[in-house]
């Protein structure tokens, strides 16, 4: 098994910049396909991003085109989510969840491929 903690969240102004980290402990992070996914109230958890076990592949979807880029460092067990020019709808609870995977350079965008998830980090950007 792996666990997995993010941290990193916090209050922004609308146009502002966040990092957020997962420390991943257990076994180690490059078995792993790397996934944010986000939640706000009253609404399902959503697909953000996601990076490739090799790190050399990434997808994210549309609405963060631009603003969040995922990166990893398996030598530090430890995954990233750089979001810049947030906006008020970026407001959520953010996860990190990791999915097991034979492949070096696939992506997950599915939800239910993910085994193992953090407690979630609160993300609140004010306008």
């Known amino acids: 098994q792996v666990q997995l903690v993010e941290s990193g969240g916090g209050l922004v102004q609308a146009g502002g910049s966040l990092r957020l980290s997962c420390a991943a402990s257990?076994?180690?992070?490059?078995?792993?396909?790397m996934g944010w996914f986000r939640q706000a109230p009253g609404k399902e958890r959503e697909f953000v991003t996601g990076?490739?076990?090799?790190?050399?592949?990434?997808d994210r979807a549309d609405f963060v085109k631009g603003r969040f880029s995922i990166s990893r460092d398996n030598a530090k067990n430890t995954v990233y989510l750089q979001m810049n020019s947030l906006k008020p709808e970026d407001t959520a609870v953010y996860y990190c969840?990791?999915?097991?995977?034979?492949?070096?350079?696939?992506?997950?965008?599915?939800?239910?491929?993910?085994?193992?998830w953090g407690q979630g980090t609160q993300v609140t950007v004010s306008s």
């Open positions: 969840a990791a999915a097991s995977s034979p492949f070096l350079t696939v992506v997950d965008t599915t939800r239910s491929r993910y085994t193992y």
């Open positions: 257990g076994r180690t992070l490059s078995m792993y396909v």
């Open positions: 990076i490739s076990r090799s790190g050399d592949r990434t």
